[in-house]
């Protein structure tokens, strides 16, 4: 039975309102510059946290998307917003200005274009690096309908993370997400971002609390494992509003410790799993960020060994 939306959350659940002086200054630079952030357009429960901390999270090609995923809080339309051509530029800028040490950008879906923002993903990249040299980028990408050579543009770009969000189990698939994505379409990206570009670190991320079992979730991190995935994220889904699927259950921090531990099990190098953690998340990026220190470091020591990223 699903939880009424005037149940009280539990404690685990309940967190301060965001403020500080850098996260009022980066919310002024934001709107300043016409940015959107997936921290304000998602209702991120740790905005304040992320923002204070110096990671954000952007989406560019606009705030409309073309899909219509039952658990997601940004507009929907046939049609996305006109592309801003100068959308990378302002992000690099704000980057810059922000001085943050890790971002991540991404998009609502855009299959209105005709490559649906693949390359303007690897333009903003081209312009972060190019402007703030030091920020570790993650790119978090839409399914691109599954087409390997739209995969293989962002897969190239020179970001040091490239994410894919499988969303949820199969079996609630069909229920979560739009009707154009797909659990083995999911799969197939993140298998072609390893096909790609092999050095390239890749991640996922699952929301529970949509009516999943245990066992159903296990077996897909199983199904992230076997296409190599790196890094995951496991958090508890929160309604954005009455008109989005309700929540079925508040899952208690001890299953996300099991979670966690099987995940680690199966050879993850890294899972953030708690009813706080979203795709995005500044202790994952924190980790993320060591791990690329230590292979920057290897790759000093053996040239043959490099990471494998194509600008």
């Known amino acids: 039975m699903a939880i009424s939306p005037d149940q009280r959350k539990p404690e685990w659940l309940k967190v301060r309102p965001p403020g500080g002086e850098r996260y009022r200054w980066i919310k002024e630079q934001r709107v300043e510059l016409e940015l959107a952030t ?13 923002w204070s901390g110096g ?13 219509g995923c039952r658990f997601c809080a940004v507009n929907t ?10 959308e990378p530029e302002k992000l690099a800028r704000t980057i810059r200005s922000m001085g943050l040490n890790y971002i991540v950008v991404t998009s609502v879906d855009r299959d209105d274009l005709a490559d649906q923002g693949a390359q303007h993903f690897a333009d903003c990249v081209a ?9 570790r980028v993650e790119i978090l990408i839409p399914d691109f309908r599954g087409d390997p050579a739209l995969v293989d543009v962002v897969a190239r770009s020179g970001a040091e993370v490239l994410a894919h969000n499988i969303e949820t189990i199969r079996r609630l698939t069909r229920t979560v997400r739009d009707g154009r994505c797909g659990y083995d379409q999911s799969l197939g990206v993140l298998r072609q971002i390893k096909t790609s570009n092999p050095g390239l670190l890749s991640k996922s991320s699952i929301m529970v609390g949509l009516g999943e079992s ?22 508890q889904y929160l309604r954005p509003s009455r008109k989005h699927l309700a929540v079925e259950e508040y899952v208690s921090p001890e299953v996300f410790d ?13 899972v953030a799993s708690g009813p706080l953690v979203r795709s995005s998340y500044r202790a994952g990026e924190f980790f993320i960020s060591q791990v690329l220190d230590e292979q920057a ?15």
């Open 297 to 311: 470091e290897i790759n000093e020591g053996a040239p043959s060994a490099r990471l494998r990223v194509v600008g």
């Open 77 to 86: 339309n046939r049609n996305g917003l006109p592309v801003d051509p100068s």
């Open 258 to 270: 099991r979670y966690a531990e099987a995940g680690r099990a199966m050879g993850f190098r890294y």
């Open 38 to 50: 997936v921290c304000e357009e998602a209702h991120c429960p740790n905005i304040g946290e992320c």
């Open 127 to 135: 312009a972060v690096k190019r402007l703030s040299p030091t920020t």
């Open 214 to 235: 245990e066992a159903e979730v296990v077996e897909c991190m199983q199904d992230l494992r076997s296409v190599d995935v790196d890094f995951l994220t496991i958090g």
């Open 55 to 67: 990671t954000a999270t952007f989406m560019v090609l606009g705030s409309v998307c073309t899909r």
